[in-house]
């Protein structure tokens, strides 16, 4: 029963900043490899950024200097801190895992906009 739940999406403004959370139960955390995706709406869905099972992390070019991904092994959670963003950023933030077998998240909305 592997759950992934996203959770401080919001409104924003441009320039501003969030911190997303996923957290995971059902799973031997630590050997969990995790990504963040977001989608705009008519828009295909782009990876953010990911963090393997290691701690090794990598971004999308878009996003670099800008976003980091971390994680708590302890707390089974995955944490996407955005800062500076852009209007063109607002989408439905998903968190994936894999460990053999790949587990999406219900989304959380994050608006950037005045």
């Known amino acids: 029963q592997v759950q992934l739940v996203e959770s401080g999406g919001g409104l924003v403004q441009p320039g501003g900043s969030l911190r997303l959370s996923c957290a995971a139960s059902g799973i031997s955390f630590s050997v969990f490899a995790v990504a963040w995706y977001r989608q705009a709406p008519g828009k295909q869905r782009e990876l953010v950024a990911v963090?393997?099972?290691?701690?090794?992390?990598n971004y999308a070019d878009s996003v670099k200097g800008r976003f980091t991904i971390s994680r708590d092994n302890a707390k089974s959670t995955v944490y996407l801190q955005m800062n500076s963003l852009k209007p063109e950023e607002t989408a439905v933030y998903y968190c994936t895992g894999y460990n053999g077998l790949g587990y999406w998240g219900q989304g959380t909305q994050v608006t950037v906009s005045s």
């Open positions: 963090i393997t099972s290691g701690g090794s992390t």
